[in-house]
């Protein structure tokens, strides 16, 4: 009988685990010894049976039982080594990092089948769960690189600092800033960066100690010999044993640049005040300055007799006093002086200036201008403010009335609760509804020939709601324009004209 024996193949060198190196092979020279103790064995057993039964000669069948029993224990003995080969080759490719199915082979299957389907089992989900981990690695490698992109696309510097105020991590807006690498910046501690002046020092210090968020302070910053503004912003995170070391997070953005703009933006609206100033100072002189001159052309006639002459001269002390308070009114208005808790009898200034445009511009237009007015009412406000208000307003009435048949302007006043309502109404073209919120807009007009300024009713609007009224134009008012001018009433004790 002949003994299985398999070998390594030509060229492969079996290495220390018994296997050889390459493709795995099955040396069974091992084997031959028990396969040859079975085959004893089974012969011994047989010449047992024989001298039991007393037959000196070896049957046949004996013998073909043992030749049958030694094949079937040397192709089991065969089919377990084949069946640990595969299970050796596929541990092998585990190692290597493959987990595809074993290859048993089909005469091992009856012995070690159930063994190796477990073996798929787990191979397959090794690789289900490698699987997994290789994507979760994949997500997590790229939400790293989006918050990379996020933090480096920030418009401002940032810097990431731990609880020792060094810094941990920053971006390339905040490298550009102070001038460093993000290597030389990590590691740096926030008061050798943050060159800022002592009010600075003291705020971030005092946020460090006592965790409170920042937003939006703007420093003086200085880096290396230039002088930047900055916004600051910072805020913390809540620190825990197991956290990381980031303790807070600053954000600075570089205002220079617009800190320099609104300076020249400061500038220019200081000259833009500044010409409109004059222009309204010419604008609310014209109309006192045409009265002056009207009267002083009758003096020089000399025609008047000693009261006219006297009347004249007082007419012309009224509107050189107008001018000067006038003056006064506007410069207070312009440098935003305090509200001074001024009040006059609206009734009494509304005749005083009614007289004084009839006399000018009335009988210049030929517009007849009429006071509906009794009595005493009080308001808030200072003569001079609130007699600029009217006479811009009635002048304007006067000039849209005139050259239509029969022109007049109105000027009435009612108490309504609070408030007291001054109307002044003329028959003239009206105001169209589309244009009615324009006409208090600065150097806003629609006189043509360049007669108008656009400031009469711009700073009338301004003086009116500085002391706390309004100045609208009534829309829905057919047959001419209205104008009502709203003012607050004063106390009765506090009403005398100041």
């Given at each position: 009988?002949?003994?299985?024996?398999?070998?390594?193949?030509?060229?492969?060198?079996?290495?220390?685990?018994?296997?050889?190196?390459?493709?795995?092979?099955?040396?069974?020279?091992?084997?031959?010894?028990?396969?040859?103790?079975?085959?004893?064995?089974?012969?011994?057993?047989?010449?047992?049976?024989?001298?039991?039964?007393?037959?000196?000669?070896?049957?046949?069948?004996?013998?073909?039982?043992?030749?049958?029993?030694?094949?079937?224990?040397?192709?089991?003995?065969?089919?377990?080594?084949?069946?640990?080969?595969?299970?050796?080759?596929?541990?092998?490719?585990?190692?290597?990092?493959?987990?595809?199915?074993?290859?048993?082979?089909?005469?091992?299957?009856?012995?070690?089948?159930?063994?190796?389907?477990?073996?798929?089992?787990?191979?397959?989900?090794?690789?289900?769960?490698?699987?997994?981990?290789?994507?979760?690695?994949?997500?997590?490698?790229?939400?790293?690189?989006?918050?990379?992109?996020?933090?480096?696309?920030?418009?401002?510097?940032?810097?990431?600092?731990?609880?020792?105020?060094?810094?941990?991590?920053?971006?390339?807006?905040?490298?550009?800033?102070?001038?460093?690498?993000?290597?030389?910046?990590?590691?740096?501690?926030?008061?050798?960066?943050?060159?800022?002046?002592?009010?600075?020092?003291?705020?971030?210090?005092?946020?460090?100690?006592?965790?409170?968020?920042?937003?939006?302070?703007?420093?003086?910053?200085?880096?290396?010999e230039r002088l930047h503004h900055v916004s600051l912003n910072m805020t913390f995170?809540?620190?825990?044993?197991?956290?990381?070391?980031?303790?807070?997070?600053?954000?600075?953005?570089?205002?220079?640049?617009?800190?320099?703009?609104?300076?020249?933006?400061?500038?220019?609206?200081?000259?833009?005040?500044?010409?409109?100033?004059?222009?309204?100072?010419?604008?609310?002189?014209?109309?006192?300055?045409?009265?002056?001159?009207?009267?002083?052309?009758?003096?020089?006639?000399?025609?008047?007799?000693?009261?006219?002459?006297?009347?004249?001269?007082?007419?012309?002390?009224?509107?050189?006093?107008?001018?000067?308070?006038?003056?006064?009114?506007?410069?207070?208005?312009?440098?935003?002086?305090?509200?001074?808790?001024?009040?006059?009898?609206?009734?009494?200034?509304?005749?005083?200036?009614?007289?004084?445009?009839?006399?000018?511009?009335?009988?210049?237009?030929?517009?007849?201008?009429?006071?509906?007015?009794?009595?005493?009412?009080?308001?808030?406000?200072?003569?001079?403010?609130?007699?600029?208000?009217?006479?811009?307003?009635?002048?304007?009435?006067?000039?849209?009335?005139?050259?239509?048949?029969?022109?007049?302007?109105?000027?009435?006043?009612?108490?309504?609760?609070?408030?007291?309502?001054?109307?002044?109404?003329?028959?003239?073209?009206?105001?169209?509804?589309?244009?009615?919120?324009?006409?208090?807009?600065?150097?806003?007009?629609?006189?043509?020939?360049?007669?108008?300024?656009?400031?009469?009713?711009?700073?009338?609007h301004s003086l009116v709601t500085r002391i706390g009224g309004s100045i609208r134009?009534?829309?829905?008012?057919?047959?001419?324009?209205?104008?009502?001018?709203?003012?607050?009433?004063?106390?009765?004790?506090?009403?005398?004209?100041?």
């Amino acid at each position: 009988m002949g003994i299985m024996h398999l070998a390594a193949g030509p060229g492969e060198q079996p290495d220390g685990r018994g296997s050889t190196s390459g493709a795995p092979a099955l040396r069974l020279t091992g084997l031959a010894p028990v396969i040859a103790a079975a085959a004893g064995a089974t012969a011994a057993g047989a010449i047992a049976i024989q001298a039991a039964l007393g037959d000196p000669a070896l049957s046949p069948v004996v013998l073909a039982a043992v030749a049958v029993l030694v094949l079937a224990l040397s192709f089991t003995v065969y089919a377990y080594a084949r069946g640990m080969a595969a299970f050796r080759e596929a541990v092998h490719r585990v190692g290597d990092g493959s987990l595809s199915r074993m290859r048993l082979p089909p005469a091992s299957r009856p012995l070690m089948g159930e063994l190796a389907d477990e073996f798929d089992t787990l191979a397959r989900h090794l690789s289900t769960l490698f699987g997994e981990m290789e994507q979760a690695q994949l997500s997590i490698i790229t939400e790293r690189n989006r918050h990379e992109a996020i933090l480096q696309g920030l418009p401002g510097a940032l810097l990431v600092v731990d609880d020792d105020l060094r810094v941990t991590l920053s971006n390339q807006k905040a490298e550009q800033l102070f001038g460093l690498p993000g290597d030389a910046l990590e590691g740096a501690g926030v008061f050798d960066l943050l060159r800022v002046d002592t009010a600075g020092r003291d705020l971030i210090r005092d946020a460090f100690l006592n965790e409170e968020q920042v937003t939006n302070r703007v420093l003086p910053l200085t880096v290396g010999e230039r002088l930047h503004h900055v916004s600051l912003n910072m805020t913390f995170f809540s620190l825990s044993p197991r956290q990381a070391q980031a303790c807070a997070a600053i954000i600075l953005q570089d205002i220079t640049d617009w800190k320099r703009l609104e300076d020249m933006t400061r500038q220019a609206e200081k000259l833009v005040a500044m010409g409109q100033l004059a222009a309204g100072v010419a604008h609310e002189l014209n109309t006192p300055l045409g009265t002056i001159l009207g009267y002083a052309r009758l003096l020089d006639e000399g025609k008047a007799d000693a009261s006219r002459r006297a009347e004249y001269a007082g007419a012309i002390q009224q509107e050189a006093k107008r001018c000067a308070r006038i003056v006064d009114q506007l410069l207070a208005y312009a440098r935003r002086d305090a509200c001074h808790a001024e009040t006059c009898d609206v009734n009494a200034l509304i005749r005083e200036t009614v007289e004084a445009v009839s006399q000018c511009q009335g009988e210049r237009h030929c517009v007849r201008v009429e006071a509906d007015v009794e009595g005493f009412l009080p308001v808030r406000g200072a003569q001079g403010q609130i007699d600029i208000v009217l006479v811009n307003v009635m002048v304007n009435a006067v000039q849209a009335a005139a050259g239509r048949p029969e022109p007049w302007v109105r000027v009435s006043s009612r108490a309504d609760g609070e408030r007291a309502t001054v109307s002044i109404t003329d028959n003239g073209p009206g105001v169209p509804r589309e244009i009615c919120g324009k006409i208090f807009d600065p150097f806003f007009t629609t006189k043509a020939g360049g007669t108008g300024t656009g400031l009469g009713l711009a700073i009338s609007h301004s003086l009116v709601t500085r002391i706390g009224g309004s100045i609208r134009c009534d829309p829905d008012w057919r047959d001419g324009a209205r104008f009502e001018i709203v003012l607050p009433l004063a106390t009765p004790e506090g009403a005398e004209c100041r």
